[in-house]
């Protein structure tokens, strides 16, 4: 069974720095692309950052204008593993943080999206 675990969430001060990490783990093939998402309360679900590739190719890379300049997004394919470097923090950055994957499993013939449970990731001003 494939899954994504998130880790690296916690609390913060404002200007300050977080790595979040996503294994993904199981019978996998392929993971055709990588992103991260956020939820704060009250709001939608939105997209953070997210990386396109195939078999080690990245052939993409999407910011949300909010985190341009400030957030890193990379993969190591090798481990199947995405991080988020965040720098430069701010309060309005609260918010769960959520792993997503599209992924071909062994076996398979279409690819599956998966997430992961989410990591809090609170800025204290």
């Known amino acids: 069974q494939v899954r994504l675990v998130e880790s690296g969430g916690g609390l913060v001060q404002a200007g300050g720095s977080l790595r979040l990490s996503c294994a993904a783990s199981?019978?996998?093939?392929?993971?055709?692309?990588m992103g991260w998402y956020r939820q704060a309360p009250g709001k939608q679900r939105e997209l953070v950052a997210r990386i396109t590739s195939g078999d080690g190719i990245n052939y993409g890379i999407n910011y949300d204008d909010s985190v341009k300049g400030r957030f890193t997004i990379s993969r190591d394919s090798a481990k199947n593993t995405m991080f988020l470097q965040m720098n430069s923090l701010k309060p309005e950055d609260t918010a769960v943080y959520y792993c997503n994957a599209d992924i071909l499993g062994s076996g398979m013939v279409y690819s599956l999206s998966y997430w992961g449970q989410g990591t809090q990731v609170t800025v204290s001003s």
């Open positions: 199981g019978s996998i093939r392929r993971i055709n692309a």
